[in-house]
């Protein structure tokens, strides 16, 4: 049977439904269920012009292979009507309620693995809930010790030693302990996950040229070096750390499976450079498949038909894809 994958509204305000809307108009060998309100994609279909149907299923038994140009949507109910681009906080549990059902229901072998477009962090949080990210809410929900975001382009896959921390903590937050259990969960899944018999990742120092041999800063010698060299004798093959501003090049990236960036904003630049709009987001170390966008909100674009849906569908296909590998292997 192929697999039922729920997708998110993500933001309703933002360009989450429009690319919904427009990615599924194209065929996928799945079954996709929506969870969202289904007013909110007839309103934005009819602000798009786009001619889509929009199926309501209360119950999950009457979910079909997806036909392009149609929509099944669980209803969840908005508490107000949105207006295209513009936030409204009293919407946000809304968000936060479509992603428990879509992960629980993951849990629960209801769905075979969760697509999420884009949320919007900030109104999330003024709610007073703690949200930094997807990949931290999937992992209280699932409650999963380690999880790995990883970003994946045409060129390279990017992972991520810390997620969404401020600038100020991440040298706190580099210690032995975390790099060898994210390293671990990033080996294990590339192994199980995406085929890598024996694979090889490239690290990352954390401060310029990887601290210069101790002249510019010392987490390379004192941490990151010597959890490195613990997890080489548990038989990883590891390349580095080396300093990221040059790491980035193909003589690296050809030998290498993925690369272990130190924090956010060190890897997923070079990523977005290299193919923004056409990669996908995956968090590793859970127990469900979940799979993301590689683009924020973008509430300029909402209603505008500008919105590219590139990255969605390649998160949809890749979701359909593990998904099946996972179907298969069991
Ligand atoms: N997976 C997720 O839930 C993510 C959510 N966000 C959230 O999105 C919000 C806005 O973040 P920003 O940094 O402004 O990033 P953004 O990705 O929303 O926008 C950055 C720029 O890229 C453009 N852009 C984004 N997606 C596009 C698409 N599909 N097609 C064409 N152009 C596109 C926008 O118009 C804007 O010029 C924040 O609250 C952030 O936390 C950001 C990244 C991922
Ligand atoms: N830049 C990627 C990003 O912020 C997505 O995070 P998440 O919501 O998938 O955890």
Known sequence: MSPR????SGEPAGIGPDIILSALQDSFAAQLVIVGDPDLFRR????????????????????????????????TPLAN????????????????????I??????DGDFDAVVTPPVHKGVLCETGAHFSGHTEFFQALCNSPQVVMMLASQAMRVALV???LPLKDIPAAITPETIKTVTRALFHDLKTR???????????????????????????????????????????????????????????????DCVLAMYHDQGLPV?????????????????????????GTALDLAGTGQASDGSLKVAIEHAITMATNAQEST
Do not use: W
Request: proline share 5%; hydrophobic share 40%; net charge negative.
């Open 271 to 295: 990523l977005k450079y290299s193919g923004f709009g056409n990669a996908v987001n995956i968090t590793l170390g859970l127990p469900i498949i979940r799979t993301s966008v590689d683009h």
């Open 102 to 107: 879509t992960g629980q229901g993951c849990l």
């Open 194 to 256: 995406f085929g890598c018999d024996n694979p090889r990742i490239l690290v990352c120092g954390l401060n310029p040229h990887a601290g210069e041999d101790g002249h510019l800063g010392h987490e390379e010698i004192d941490i990151i070096i010597p959890a490195l060299e613990s997890l080489r004798q548990e038989g990883m093959n590891l390349i580095g750390p080396l300093p990221a501003d040059t790491l980035f090049q193909t003589k690296y990236l050809d030998q290498a």
């Open 44 to 75: 934005r279909a009819t602000e798009l012009g786009l001619n889509i149907e929009v199926i309501v299923r209360d119950d999950l038994k009457d979910l079909t292979e997806h036909q392009a140009g149609t929509l099944q949507v669980l209803p």
């Open 81 to 100: 009507a949105v207006t295209t681009g513009v936030l409204d906080v009293a919407n946000a549990p809304y968000v936060l309620e479509t992603l428990r």
């Open 162 to 164: 810390t997620t969404h």
């Open 5 to 8: 994958i729920a997708i998110t």
